[in-house]
């Protein structure tokens, strides 16, 4: 008995070509075949010959071509593993279908069987029961993880329409995008938990009485803070490009 | 760092020792779940002790100080057919050990693993309170979040589908409006869904932070294997993100295993590499992702129209931090405070005093004359009763202290007063405490705990007993209204000033000497203001009452009682007999007026001797050298050493001093007579008023800064510098007043 590892993966795609195509034809010939992996029938020819040797394909020269049970067998796990992948990376992940299909022939080779196993169950199991709800949870999942997934922005290179100063050095009411945070150690892990971050938005509200806090609108709340503290804060100011 | 737990109060009862269920309860309760320990937890200011006070009906256990939560309360609830402790941990922003109150926040919720976290959120300030609950879902503790505010949401025309967002977070969400009590029992009923594992809503949903991130968790994970009990206590994922995190406590813990340096070197090999590929410090990474997963989550369930309640509290900040006047509202303010204190306070001062005099006089009807009745109405009514006169005093003041942090108001005095905090090397927040101290040192000196600083910690914790707190305001009305009747408010007023004064000039000495290196950084959030609940505000007042009520019961009824007995004992002194015997030949004789003047001096004259070679006497007389270049006496001094058990205690002793000469109306009225004519200056009455306020914290006070700074020699120093302090001062006020013929 041949296991899925002990075929090469060019022996599995022509048993794939085959199984897909006898799906859809009575009699395959060699034609068929060369046009469904787009390579020449010499070429298919001789492979088929080597096939038929190692008893996985029934063909003779000029006849038609038919898959040996053995060969049926082979075929079919390739094709439920590359229908599985498929639906796994466009259905959960998302991916368009034609690089799906690419992948799906990638990876379907070298897979190990365990994998395969899982992978099939946990199909079976999005597939299963109530499809809708398990594909939505897992799209609200990603939504919420989009953040996590993307990659970071780089820092905003400073252009010359663009006006940056400290948040110390704001007006009441200027409002900008913070930048950058150069601060170290504790006071920046608290501005940090209070939301002061890169890419967030900010609004001077005013200065203290005697001038020293601050107050700043983050996140929809107030936030106080010195002076000494906001000056490590870069903010890119709104508007500056039309000054 | 772990054992800071240890001097917290541990849980009457947790889970791991289940407890019979009640026996009066009728229905069979599944043994297992009878009692489930539920901790609150939640940003401050969140609406948390609202949602506490509501579950638990009653009010909770009377262990700490109004104001700022910094203990551990706890208290008994009963739901359907389970009993939960519910325990009300101080506010925090975050769950790492930064602040004490995270670390008692963090080390508990690791040590005493409770059945259940309820994670109380404003929902008014949605992002940034889910922040903490993010951490919440990494630590992996069973947890149900409270929407709290829910109606104030509504009106200011935020919609949360909070089922949506509890599906996307895994952990339930349960709408509530914790002064109303609405939404209480669907909470707890989710809670026990939780704990019990029946809540279809609980996934475990980690933050993602990202591949390069998880990739090295991954890999400190792995080493951390090495260490399987720490592991089981704190769960794998987290450590390793903690260790990232450089978070003091759990480094610490890792750095005592066995384990720990191989752990160690894994967390810096990622910590270098993430900083180099990511070019970013790892705790804002990690900071920036929590916040992403939050923002997330909040965009998909939240739906804002428009910011009413800002605008309404933008307006009123507008007007009371304005630049210019932002400063004199505050202060006024404050005068308002105390002229309201006093002279509101003095009407129901009057009842209380008629009452304690009718009650003295009822006394001295009914017992017959000797030691018992010396003991009951001079010693026990006399002198408790000088005291609990002040409970009107202490009342309003705590009425507008309640009601300047349920406003959101602390936060802004907070705000306006940082600059001056600032200049003196103390926080912002240093002015809370501060402000406390006015009222009671003993919840102040709690409410350091808000600091993150040790220095900043002991600092205000050094210098918050020159707040001059309501116990020295009796001697101060008794004093002021004795010898500047005319200008007593000011006097009072002068007397406040000049502790804040000196706080300034303490503070700046220590802070160059004793507590070089920077001040914590100052970032403090703006609540907006809220209409204090009159139910939660009273609340308040009559905590404190009940401290008050209760100190007057135990301490200063026990201070009374011994100094009665110091003061009467022994009866006899040189030349007693003599004196005795021209009374009893007097009395003997018909009455004349010449007779009665006579009379009355030789009593007094009798009285004076006996107390000055009594044991209190004596001790007096010990202090004395040391109080004369004030022109303070014996009596003055003795006063200042029963002082030290409760302030107000220097009223009763001056009492019981200077009325024994006098027939027996204890009124302050009769007090205030007596002290004018004892020949006392107003000199040296504010010199007396100027070491009250300075000299040794009380007893309570100084046991508290024992327990706070955990350190001796602190305490120590504590008590010697006021005292010296003290004298230096009064000394000075004393002499400067002389110069103006006081």
Redesign the interface.
């Known amino acids: 008995m041949s296991e899925l590892q002990d075929v090469s993966p060019v022996t599995q795609d022509y048993l794939e070509a085959i199984y897909r195509l006898q799906l859809q034809k009575r009699v395959i010939r060699v034609r068929d075949i060369a046009g469904e992996l787009g390579l020449k029938a010499p070429t298919v020819s001789e492979n088929l010959r080597l096939l038929a040797e190692r008893g996985l394909v029934e063909h003779e020269r000029y006849e038609d071509v038919r898959l040996s049970p053995e060969g049926a067998r082979v075929a079919q796990q390739v094709h439920n593993s590359h229908r599985i992948l498929c639906s796994f990376l466009t259905d959960v992940l998302g991916v368009d279908s034609e690089t799906a299909e690419k992948d799906a022939c990638a990876i379907e080779h070298n897979i190990s069987p365990i994998t395969m196993n899982r992978l099939a169950a946990f199909m079976g199991y999005v597939h299963s029961e109530d499809p809708a709800h398990t594909i939505q949870?897992f799209e609200?999942?990603k939504?919420?993880?989009?953040?996590?997934?993307q990659t970071?922005p780089a820092p905003v290179k400073p252009s010359a329409d663009m006006k940056i100063c400290k948040l110390s050095e704001m007006k009441p009411g200027e409002e900008g995008e913070i930048r950058a945070?150069h601060e170290?150690g504790?006071?920046?892990?608290?501005?940090?938990?209070?939301?002061?971050?890169?890419g967030e938005r900010v609004r001077f509200?005013?200065?203290?009485?005697?001038?020293?806090?601050i107050?700043i609108r983050i996140?929809?709340?107030?936030?106080?803070?010195?002076k000494s503290?906001a000056s490590a804060v870069e903010v890119i100011l709104d508007g500056a490009a039309n000054n | 760092m772990m054992n800071s737990l240890n001097t917290l109060r541990t849980p009457v009862s947790l889970t791991d020792t289940p407890q019979p269920p009640p026996v009066a309860h009728e229905t069979a309760v599944s043994a297992k779940h009878a009692q489930l320990t539920c901790v609150l937890l939640g940003n401050p200011n969140a609406g948390k002790t609202c949602i506490f006070n509501s579950l638990t009906g009653s009010r909770q256990r009377v262990a700490n100080y109004p104001g700022v939560t910094v203990s551990v309360k706890e208290s008994t609830v009963r739901h359907a057919d389970h009993t939960f402790t519910v325990i009300d941990l101080p506010g925090t922003y975050s769950l790492s050990a930064y602040s004490i109150e995270e670390m008692i926040v963090q080390s508990y919720l690791l040590d005493q693993k409770p059945d259940v976290v309820i994670n109380v959120v404003d929902v008014t300030n949605l992002e940034r309170n889910l922040y903490l609950t993010t951490q919440l879902i990494e630590l992996g503790l069973p947890t149900v979040v409270a929407l709290n505010m829910s109606d104030e949401a509504r009106n200011q025309g935020i919609a949360v589908d909070h089922d949506k967002l509890g599906r996307l977070l895994g952990v339930p969400f349960v709408p509530t409006v914790g002064n109303r009590g609405i939404g209480l029992s669907e909470l707890l009923d989710t809670a026990v869904a939780v704990a019990e594992g029946t809540s279809d809503i609980v996934r475990r949903v980690p933050v993602n932070y990202g591949e390069d991130v998880e990739q090295q968790i991954a890999l400190v994970e792995q080493r951390i294997e090495a260490a399987p009990d720490l592991i089981e206590r704190y769960g794998k994922r987290w450590l390793a993100i903690h260790l990232l995190e450089k978070d003091k406590t759990v480094c610490e813990v890792i750095a005592s295993h066995p384990k720990g340096p191989a752990i160690l070197a894994a967390r810096d090999a990622a910590a270098q590499y993430l900083e180099s590929v990511l070019q970013e410090d790892i705790p804002s990474l990690f900071a920036e992702r929590r916040y992403g997963f939050v923002r997330g989550a909040v965009r998909e369930t939240v739906r804002m129209s428009v910011e009413q309640n800002i605008k309404i509290s933008d307006v009123i900040d507008a007007v009371v931090t304005h630049r210019l006047l932002g400063l004199p509202i505050f202060i006024a303010f404050l005068w308002l405070m105390f002229k309201a204190t006093f002279s509101f306070g003095e009407i129901p001062m009057g009842w209380i005093e008629f009452g304690v005099r009718r009650f003295g006089a009822v006394a001295a009807g009914v017992l017959p004359e000797g030691f018992l009745r010396g003991l009951v109405v001079d010693g026990v009514i006399n002198g408790v009763g000088s005291v609990i006169i002040f409970l009107p005093n202490i009342l309003i003041l705590f009425f507008f202290i309640s009601l300047m942090e349920d406003t959101g108001y602390m936060a802004r005095a907070a705000f306006i007063m940082d600059r001056v905090m600032h200049t003196l090397g103390l926080h912002g927040k240093s002015f809370i405490p501060m402000v406390m101290g006015f009222g009671c040192n003993v919840p102040a000196i709690l409410a350091t705990r808000t600091l993150e600083n040790r220095s900043d910690r002991l600092l205000t914790i050094l210098i918050s007993p020159l707040m001059s707190c309501t116990a020295r305001l009796p001697v101060y009305i008794l004093l002021a209204g004795t010898f500047f009747a005319a200008h007593a408010t000011l006097v009072i007023f002068g007397i406040y000033a000049l502790g804040i004064a000196l706080a300034i000039l303490v503070g700046q000495l220590f802070r160059r000497t004793l507590f070089r290196g920077e001040a914590m950084p100052f970032v403090m959030e703006l609540p907006p203001y809220r209409i204090p609940l009159l139910r939660s505000v009273l609340l308040h007042v009559w905590d404190r009452a009940y401290l008050f009520i209760r100190k007057v019961g135990t301490v200063i009824l026990l201070a009374t009682i011994v100094i009665w007995v110091i003061c009467s004992f022994p009866k006899q002194f040189p030349g007693s007999e003599n004196i005795r015997e021209s009374i009893r030949q007097l009395e003997a004789t018909a009455v004349s007026t010449d007779n009665s003047a006579e009379l009355n001096r030789l009593k007094t004259e009798f009285a004076e001797q006996q107390l000055r070679y009594s044991f209190a006497g004596r001790l007096g007389e010990q202090v004395a050298p040391i109080l004369r270049p004030m022109g303070l006496g014996w009596k003055e001094g003795l006063a200042l050493l029963t002082g030290i058990a409760a302030k107000e205690t220097v009223v009763s002793t001056l009492g019981v001093l200077y009325q024994a000469g006098a027939d027996a109306d204890e009124s302050s009225e009769s007090l205030r007579a007596a002290l004018r004519n004892s020949g006392l200056t107003p000199a040296s009455a504010l010199a007396m008023m100027v070491i009250v306020l300075i000299y040794v914290p009380c007893l309570g006070t100084i046991t508290i800064i024992r327990r706070e700074t955990g350190s001796r020699r602190w305490t120590l120093f504590a008590v010697t510098y006021s005292c010296v302090l003290a004298w230096v001062v009064g000394f000075t006020i004393y002499h400067i007043a002389r110069l103006f013929n006081l």
């Open positions: 949870l609200e999942y939504k919420q993880k989009r953040d996590a997934f970071r945070v170290t504790p006071i920046r892990k608290r501005l940090m938990e209070m939301g002061v971050l890169r509200i005013r200065e203290a009485p005697l001038g020293d806090p107050e996140r929809g709340y107030n936030l106080s803070l010195r503290e």
